[in-house]
């Protein structure tokens, strides 16, 4: 385990550095390293650290909260093709940060964060009480009506935007998913609840491990299965919430991810959830990094290249499932 965690930590120095380098231009890591310890004011110091810098933290952080959010969702559907995204969390995010600015007229990072996280724990909680309301928390069922939800979530989003045209333009972009021209202030709202997520996640880890069984097995291993589950609604919604925030609905990052830790660590959530949170750090700052290229010299929004990725290893899932 230790070897897993140094090489994912030493990866995720390496992708950062790569991030901060590579771009419409080229720089060094001198001229990298001078811009961080001695601020000059040249253009290429203002380019380092006004763009680069913001987007290489808020990337990873994005990445990492999407990752665990991903593996806790997983858990609680016992479903592996289940996703921030297929559960509708990220349209529910997208939806409260849209209503929030939009009609609430909140204008502040914190107040959108918090949009975000509420609109994405409202989501989670109509998806599972629809389905617990329809026969049973079942993989299939809890997909099909999340799948419904992201659906419905998205064409509210586009019936607000349409009726704020004026707007639209400056929020496309945003809700495709980007890193992009984002300001520090971002990664300094979000990284605390990031955080808090995170820890609130390795809190119910022994709990989500007996919630990989079925209810019956969790209960009678001693798991208060309301509480783990309210718990892990909220550590998704401050995840999913912060990542949507600071970047729009970044999609499948939260399906890619576990997948990748649990086939390097297991199934133990103690080892799972910070192994997805590095992965889930590197996989966002690499595709980042590619979407500065598919089109060069005009940016892609990263929320098309993870989607591209997610969209293949989806279909390679559901074709093992139909074997």
Same mark, same amino acid.
């Given at each position: 385990?230790?070897?897993?965690?140094?090489? =994912?930590?030493?990866?995720?120095?390496?992708?950062?550095?790569?991030?901060?380098?590579?771009?419409?231009?080229?720089?060094?890591?001198?001229?990298?390293?001078?811009?961080?310890?001695?601020?000059?004011?040249?253009?290429?110091?203002? %380019?380092?650290?006004?763009?680069?810098?913001?987007?290489?933290?808020? *990337?990873?952080?994005?990445?990492?909260?999407?990752?665990?959010?991903?593996?806790?969702?997983?858990?609680?559907?016992?479903?592996?093709?289940?996703?921030?995204? &297929?559960?509708?969390?990220?349209?529910?995010?997208?939806?409260?940060?849209?209503? *929030?600015?939009?009609?609430?007229?909140?204008?502040?990072?914190?107040?959108?964060?918090?949009?975000?996280?509420? !609109?994405?724990?409202?989501?989670? =909680?109509?998806?599972?009480?629809?389905?617990?309301?329809?026969?049973?928390?079942?993989?299939?069922?809890?997909?099909? @009506?999340?799948?419904?939800?992201?659906?419905?979530?998205?064409?509210?989003?586009?019936?607000?935007?349409?009726?704020?045209?004026?707007?639209?333009?400056?929020?496309?972009?945003?809700?495709?998913?980007?890193? +992009?021209?984002?300001?520090? *202030?971002?990664?300094?709202?979000?990284?605390?609840?990031?955080?808090?997520? %995170?820890?609130?996640?390795?809190?119910?880890?022994?709990?989500?491990?007996?919630?990989?069984?079925?209810?019956?097995?969790?209960?009678?291993?001693? %798991?208060?299965?309301?509480?783990?589950?309210?718990?892990?609604?909220?550590?998704?919604?401050?995840?999913?919430?912060?990542?949507?925030?600071?970047?729009?609905?970044?999609?499948?990052? !939260?399906?890619? +991810?576990?997948?990748?830790?649990?086939?390097?660590?297991?199934?133990?959530?103690?080892?799972?959830?910070?192994?997805?949170?590095? @992965?889930? *750090?590197?996989?966002? &700052?690499?595709?980042?990094?590619?979407?500065?290229? +598919?089109?060069?010299?005009?940016?892609?929004?990263?929320?098309?290249?993870?989607?591209?990725?997610?969209?293949?290893?989806?279909?390679?899932?559901?074709?093992?499932?139909?074997?």
């Amino acid at each position: 385990m230790p070897a897993i965690y140094a090489g =994912l930590g030493t990866a995720l120095c390496c992708v950062l550095l790569v991030s901060m380098t590579l771009g419409y231009r080229l720089y060094g890591l001198d001229q990298v390293w001078a811009t961080l310890v001695a601020f000059d004011g040249s253009e290429t110091a203002v %380019v380092i650290a006004n763009l680069r810098l913001p987007r290489a933290i808020i *990337a990873p952080l994005v990445g990492a909260g999407l990752g665990v959010a991903g593996v806790i969702v997983q858990t609680l559907s016992r479903n592996r093709i289940a996703s921030p995204d &297929t559960l509708g969390l990220n349209a529910g995010a997208s939806l409260g940060v849209v209503i *929030a600015s939009f009609w609430l007229g909140i204008g502040s990072l914190v107040g959108l964060s918090l949009a975000a996280a509420l !609109g994405a724990l409202a989501a989670s =909680l109509l998806v599972f009480a629809i389905a617990a309301g329809a026969g049973g928390l079942s993989p299939l069922r809890i997909v099909l @009506i999340g799948v419904t939800i992201a659906g419905l979530g998205h064409s509210l989003v586009e019936v607000v935007l349409t009726t704020n045209e004026a707007q639209l333009q400056q929020l496309l972009f945003w809700l495709s998913g980007a890193f +992009v021209d984002r300001p520090m *202030a971002l990664a300094q709202t979000g990284a605390p609840i990031i955080g808090l997520g %995170v820890i609130l996640a390795l809190l119910l880890a022994r709990q989500l491990d007996a919630l990989q069984a079925d209810d019956s097995t969790a209960t009678g291993l001693g %798991v208060p299965l309301f509480l783990v589950r309210g718990g892990s609604f909220v550590a998704v919604s401050l995840l999913t919430g912060a990542a949507v925030a600071m970047a729009g609905p970044v999609g499948f990052v !939260g399906l890619v +991810v576990p997948h990748a830790a649990r086939w390097l660590v297991g199934l133990r959530h103690g080892r799972l959830i910070p192994v997805a949170a590095l @992965i889930g *750090a590197i996989y966002a &700052t690499l595709a980042d990094v590619a979407a500065r290229f +598919v089109i060069y010299p005009t940016e892609a929004p990263v929320g098309a290249i993870t989607a591209v990725v997610g969209g293949l290893v989806l279909l390679v899932l559901l074709k093992r499932r139909a074997a």
